[in-house]
DNA sequence: CACGAGACCTGTTCGC
DNA sequence: TGCGAACAGGTCTCGT
């Protein structure tokens, strides 16, 4: 479910707290459960029922798709892939059905790892990097110019659509914001990265940053049965809008299969180079 | 190197 | 109504 607006919002609750729940920063981990181990990436389910408790929650972030809980001497890692979430609840609370790993708090509270289609995975590490070290630039990074953007087009001679989707080139887009960011750039998905001008370039680099502030601002998007409580799915140019009209020219939205994933786009606006 | 297919999983929706 | 197929916000690995 979660691309870089949803994981986004996930990290904000769990750092700032919200209407049903507390922060979890500072909060003391008193041991742990992991009910599916496939869950667990790293390291045995043995070592990281010892290592945590007492541990405290220091510091939450992201990083790309990853949510990261930086602790007194270890880093937990998710990745939420397409069905995870992150809850904090009562440890009394029965587990829910699709719970795979939960670590439990001094205090009586918990952090649930939820995850319907277990694609989902945690990591417990001494060095974060070990996880994220191959992740392409920030997006919403003060540090990430179109410049950059236009280097790393030129690097490489790939479809945008597989190339954006691509995480060591660009860390957090996902199906949804890859077409929400082609659309409102006018850049067909199969356009190779070898063809885009300067021009081109700073209008991608705009799009991707001014959708994925716009899906934060939003929380997110909340799509069928998995629901977060974001509403950007209200506003989606293109991504799950086949045969309605184009926000910018009325033109029916194509959908397509590139790389196996569902891609839609405006045949009007934007358009592949001869 | 670039791309497509298959795998990993469960649940919902679509088409006949 | 019922049932199998297709599809779902992701990523890895293998073959060409």
Known sequence: MPELP???????????????NP??????????QVLWPRSLATPSVEEFSSRLPGQAI??????????ILTLTTDTILIHLRMSGDLLVEAVDA?????TRILVNFRNGMRLAFNDTRKFGRMWLVNEPELVTGDLGPEPLA???????????????????????????????LGNIYVDESLNLAHLHPLENSQHINEQQTLCLWNSIRQVLNAAILR???SID??????????YF??????????????????????????????????????
Request: positive net charge; glycine residues 10%.
């Open 6 to 20: 949803e994981v986004e919002t996930i990290c904000r609750h769990l750092r700032d707290g919200n209407s049903a």
């Open 23 to 32: 922060s979890i920063l500072g909060f003391i981990i008193k041991n742990t």
């Open 58 to 67: 220091k510091q939450i972030s992201r990083r790309g798709k990853f949510s």
């Open 94 to 98: 029965a587990p829910a059905v699709h």
């Open 142 to 172: 003060p540090n990430f110019t179109a410049d950059d953007l236009f280097k790393r087009l030129k690097a490489t001679r790939r479809q945008l659509k597989p190339l954006l989707l691509d995480q060591t080139f660009l860390a957090g």
């Open 219 to 221: 929380n997110g998007a």
């Open 225 to 234: 049965w998995v629901y977060r409580g974001g509403d950007f799915q209200n």
């Open 237 to 274: 140019r293109a991504y799950d809008r086949e045969g309605k009209a184009c926000l910018d020219c009325g033109a029916p939205i194509q959908r397509i299969k590139v790389g196996q994933r569902g891609t839609h786009f405006c045949p009007q606006c934007q358009q592949l180079s001869k």
